[in-house]
C-alpha cells in the first residue's frame, strides 16, 4: 500500500470523533486509523492553533478543525529497539540510543523515536525536551531535558560549545596521521565544519581503522561526510562513501559527554565502550 498524506479541514455538517472522520474522508479502515493515532501519525489544528499530535481515537473534531494523517504501513510496521536510561538527574537524562532508533519522530509517527519512549519511561509522565540529535543509524548518548528552562540551559552549553562529545568510528583503510592528532577543516553546506580525529587501532586483515574523534562543529551528518571527503568512510554508511558497505550496520558510536550541570552537580562525565553495542 502506498504512503497516504491527508489533510483535510472541517466544515459543518462533518462533526464528530477523530476516528470516524478519518475513516470516511480516507477509506482507510478504522483499525488501521487506529493505529496510526497510536503510532503519532496523526494530528490536529484548532482554529489559530498549532499542529499537534492527537493520541486518543474518540478525540472530537469540530468545524474550522485542520486534521492530517501520514499512513505508511512500512514506518507503523517497525519495532524499535529499546533506549536505556543511563542517568537520571530528574531536570534532565541522558539516554544510549540503539541504532535504528530516531532521535525523534516525523509526521509518521513517533513510536519510534526516543522522545517518546522517554515520555513513556518516566512516571509520573516528564516533558521531554530534545536538546541535541544524533542519526538515527548511530548508537550513541543523548541529553533529554524535561523542562524548559534546563532544555535552554542545554541549548546554550550546546550553542558555547562547552559540551564534550567523543566518537568512536570504524572507517576504510588506513589513516595515515602526522603527529598525535588529524584533522579535517572543510565546509559542509557553506558553514565552516572542523572535525579531530586521533587513530586508536588499524586492521591489516580487514584493511579497516578505528578513529577517536571529536567534533569542533556541529553540521549536519558532519562525521560522515567528512570522513568520506578524505577517502575513509565510516564502515556500514548506508549513504557516504563505497567499499564501506558490511552487515553489522553503522560503526560510528557516540560514546562520551562531559559537561558541567547546570544545576550545580558538578562534572558530569558518562561514557560506554563503543566496542560493546554492535553485533
Known amino acids: 500500500m502506498q504512503p497516504i498524506e491527508f489533510k483535510h479541514v472541517i466544515q459543518a455538517g462533518e462533526e464528530g470523533s477523530l476516528c470516524d472522520v478519518l475513516a470516511v474522508k480516507t477509506g482507510l479502515p478504522k483499525a488501521r486509523i487506529k493505529r496510526a493515532i497510536i503510532s503519532g501519525a ?7 492553533g498549532k499542529m499537534r499530535r492527537v493520541r486518543r481515537a474518540t478525540s472530537a473534531v469540530r468545524s474550522g478543525d485542520t486534521i492530517a494523517i501520514y499512513y505508511d504501513e512500512s514506518i507503523l510496521h517497525l519495532q ?3 533506549a536505556q536510561c543511563l542517568r537520571d538527574k530528574r531536570r534532565y537524562s541522558i539516554w544510549l540510543k540503539p541504532a535504528g532508533l530516531m532521535t525523534q519522530g516525523s509526521s509518521f509517527g513517533d513510536h519510534c523515536a526516543l522522545t517518546r519512549q522517554v515520555e513513556h519511561y518516566f512516571k509520573p509522565q516528564r516533558s521531554t525536551y530534545l536538546v541535541h540529535r544524533i542519526d538515527r543509524e548511530t548508537t550513541g548518548l543523548v541529553i533529554i531535558a524535561h523542562d524548559r528552562k534546563a532544555a535552554a540551559l542545554f541549548t546554550e552549553l550546546f550553542k558555547k560549545r562547552k559540551i564534550g562529545k567523543r566518537y568512536q568510528a570504524v572507517v576504510t ?7 598525535k592528532e ?10 565552516s565544519a572542523q572535525t579531530r580525529y586521533r587513530l586508536m587501532h588499524y586492521d591489516p586483515s580487514e584493511d579497516q581503522s578505528r578513529l577517536r574523534i ?29 567499499g564501506n558497505k558490511n552487515n553489522r550496520g553503522l560503526q560510528l558510536v557516540a560514546f562520551g559527554l562531559t559537561f558541567t550541570c547546570p544545576f550545580g552537580n558538578g562534572v558530569i562525565d558518562v561514557e ?8
Open 272 to 279: 560506554i565502550d563503543p566496542d560493546k553495542v554492535h553485533p
Open 42 to 48: 496523526v494530528w490536529l489544528r484548532a482554529p489559530g
Open 173 to 179: 583503510g588506513k589513516i595515515i596521521i602526522e603527529g
Open 182 to 191: 588529524g584533522l579535517i577543516d572543510a565546509p559542509l553546506d557553506g558553514r
Open 214 to 242: 571529536e567534533i569542533i562543529t556541529g553540521r549536519r551528518h558532519q562525521i560522515r561526510r567528512h570522513l568520506e571527503l578524505i577517502g575513509h568512510p565510516v564502515m556500514g554508511d548506508p549513504r557516504y562513501g563505497h
Open 80 to 82: 524499535p529497539s529499546v
